[in-house]
């Protein structure tokens, strides 16, 4: 995989983005400088409006900055055209929405599939093989003829998951990914994360929740649209582990 | 997106709610319908418009004397009457392109016979008169080469002229009266109805041209000449052909201006069916109005359906789609409807055309290529409309998009 770690996956400087609604300037982030490397799992936290999801929509090439620059994968993003921003997101970068976003009435292969469709450089021969695998990977090889509306949240979010992977994306972004689940399909959530950043996939999501936060490797923290806090995490916590726990405490309640 | 797959997802959209997509397609079926069996019915006017005129004669080429130039002053034509036997024979000799031609010798006069008496048209004619003007017997017989030669007094009637002297009889072997002149009566003609302009064809008596020349007129002018080319498409050459013969038969030098006039069925065709033209364009037109009316509909749906798979949309951005792939899936989505609209559109037609001819007098022929025209029309119209809600859904901002509820 070509996102071996150290190397700078993504570089932003003196990244701004302004909003007008009417004829006031809204500022949503300001001036952040932000190196991340391959490799890394981070956090991104923040109350609602400091600018977090802004920041996620400009490193995932949804939006363009007012002013600053950023660097995906050693390419400066602000040079781009329109064709070329939509090249980006479909090859190098895997996103995973809160509300996952998956087509409605139609099967998982088919929403895990359609990143490839899109992909004009054809890297993946097989399409619905290379679908198979990644959902495989998710663990819904069971599921793969299901539509969303016959999913749980939790299943929908992990065909989501599948979708972002099926292009062998350098860069997963996830904001809140695990906003509309309970606490134990989160958790599944989160291990699958750290399974897949454990195998060399860059992470980067967004919660607001400091347990969730936990589980990636590096937290920062914005506030009003600037970066307060930028820190490894010490006392991470492992997913998988918790899930244990979890599992522990159902039987304990059920005894 | 390749090709195959654009078809399958745009289908696929299509068939998710089948009930709108046949309401949306409908303007199109109702309007290629209508335009093919508009056009349908025009052209079964204008085929029995042809019909009537093809029962003047089969390729019918009508020589009139007259129209000479004398002296600077121009005559109408019958001026001078200078056609007799000799130009037919001469005609009968040397034309190569004709089915046969035949002098008129035009008269008219008291008849008596049976139980009364009936002023009527007396036509002279050859043998083969009604193999030239496209007639049948009703039942006897034609006169023959024989009846020319010995200018037999035989007489064929009309069907009307028959009902008027021999209302109760069979006119067959019957004695009749021409300006006194005993004929006897070998044949009655099928009835023909009316004329073009309206005048009755059945009101008219038969006659070898020989017979009515000496016995009747005492002359040796006939009326004209009608002549049949052996088929349509050879009309021109044969009337040319013609033209030449007869300059040759009168002496006429180059330059000088011919003594005749020839006029042809195509001609006459022609001025009639131009009529009825303008009556099909005229029905077409109402029809591929209601065609862009439906096409507006498809707009509409279109515009609707942007609005409501905005998400879909922003899903699709996001993961890597560029506008002109969303372009052309909302396009190709307007125009699969269109077409199959189209396609259904021709089917209808071919019923509605079915039941018009077996079950009512209205006569319908589909052209197969206004078939064509309507549904490459309804493309035409897919596209046309389906680009402004196309471009509407391509323009979409990705965030945007997907934050639509």
Request: proline share 3%.
């Amino acid at each position: 995989m070509e996102n071996a770690s150290g190397k700078n996956i993504i570089k932003t400087v003196d990244l701004s983005k302004t909003y007008s609604v009417g004829d006031v300037e809204v500022p949503a982030i300001k001036s952040i400088d932000l190196n991340i490397d391959g490799g890394e799992f981070v956090a991104i936290m923040g109350a609602s409006g400091s600018g977090k999801s802004t920041l996620m929509n400009l490193i995932g090439c949804l939006d363009t900055p007012t002013s600053g620059e950023y660097y995906l994968d050693g390419i400066n993003t602000s040079k781009l055209t329109k064709n070329e921003y939509a090249a980006i997101r479909n090859q190098k970068i895997g996103f995973v929405f809160q509300g996952y976003n998956l087509l409605a009435r139609t099967s998982a292969l088919e929403n895990v599939e359609l990143p490839l469709m899109y992909d004009r450089a054809h890297r993946i021969n097989n399409p619905a093989e290379k679908a198979l695998e990644v959902l495989r990977r998710v663990g819904l090889e069971d599921r793969i003829h299901h539509e969303p509306s016959q999913l749980s949240g939790g299943q929908q979010q992990r065909v989501a998951i599948a979708r972002s992977l099926v292009n062998e994306p350098s860069l997963i972004l996830a904001d809140e990914p695990t906003g509309n689940l309970d606490s134990k399909m989160s958790v599944e959530i989160f291990a699958l994360f750290q399974k897949l950043n454990d195998e060399g996939i860059t992470i980067v999501l967004v919660t607001h929740e400091r347990d969730f936060a936990k589980f990636a490797k590096r937290i920062v923290e914005l506030k009003d649209g600037r970066i307060i806090k930028d820190y490894m995490i010490k006392d991470r916590l492992y997913a998988q582990e918790e899930l244990f726990k979890i599992q522990e405490e159902e039987i304990a309640e059920e005894a | 997106m390749e090709a195959k797959n654009l078809l399958k997802v745009a289908l696929k959209s299509i068939l998710k709610s089948r009930m709108r997509s046949l309401l949306t397609a409908l303007g199109i079926i109702i309007g290629v319908a209508a335009v093919i069996v508009m056009v349908a019915i025009g052209n079964g006017a204008q085929k029995k418009v042809e019909d009537q005129i093809a029962s003047l004669g089969s390729n019918l080429i009508v020589i009139f004397p007259g129209s000479i130039n004398s002296g600077g002053v121009r005559m109408g034509a019958g001026s001078i009457n200078r056609f007799t036997m000799k130009d037919v024979e001469k005609i009968r000799e040397e034309a190569t392109l004709l089915k046969g031609v035949t002098p008129i010798v035009r008269t008219g006069g008291q008849v008596i016979g049976g139980s009364g008496n009936w002023n009527t048209r007396i036509e002279g004619v050859s043998t083969n008169y009604l193999e030239i003007s496209n007639w049948s017997l009703s039942s006897g017989e034609f006169f023959t080469e024989k009846d020319m030669i010995s200018r037999a007094k035989v007489a064929v009637l009309g069907k009307t002229v028959a009902d008027q002297l021999f209302p109760n009889d069979d006119p067959i072997g019957q004695q009749i009266r021409i300006r006194n002149v005993p004929f006897r009566v070998i044949g009655v003609l099928a009835p023909k109805g009316q004329n073009v302009m309206g005048a009755d064809n059945d009101d008219i008596i038969i006659a070898p041209a020989t017979t009515v020349l000496d016995r009747l007129l005492g002359g040796r002018y006939i009326s004209f000449i009608m002549a049949s080319a052996s088929s349509l498409s050879q009309i021109d050459q044969a009337q040319a052909q013609l033209v030449e013969i007869m300059r040759k038969a009168h002496n006429l030098n180059p330059g000088e201006d011919n003594d005749f006039t020839v006029r042809n069925q195509a001609e006459i065709t022609q001025a009639a069916t131009e009529t009825s033209q303008v009556l099909t364009i005229l029905l077409a037109s109402v029809a591929g109005v209601s065609l862009i009316v439906g096409g507006i509909g498809i707009m509409n749906i279109m515009l609707v359906s942007v609005t409501e798979r905005t998400r879909e949309i922003g899903i699709r951005l996001s993961v890597g789609a560029r506008t002109s792939d969303i372009l052309i899936q909302f396009l190709t989505e307007s125009i699969a409807l269109s077409i199959a609209g189209g396609l259904i559109g021709v089917l209808l037609a071919f019923g509605i055309t079915f039941i018009l001819n077996e079950y009512t007098s209205q006569a319908a022929y589909i052209n197969p290529q206004i078939v064509f025209i309507a549904v490459s029309f309804a493309g035409i119209i897919g596209i046309f409309f389906g680009f402004y809600p196309a471009r509407k859904a391509a323009n979409l901002n990705p965030i945007d998009a997907l934050r639509y509820e």
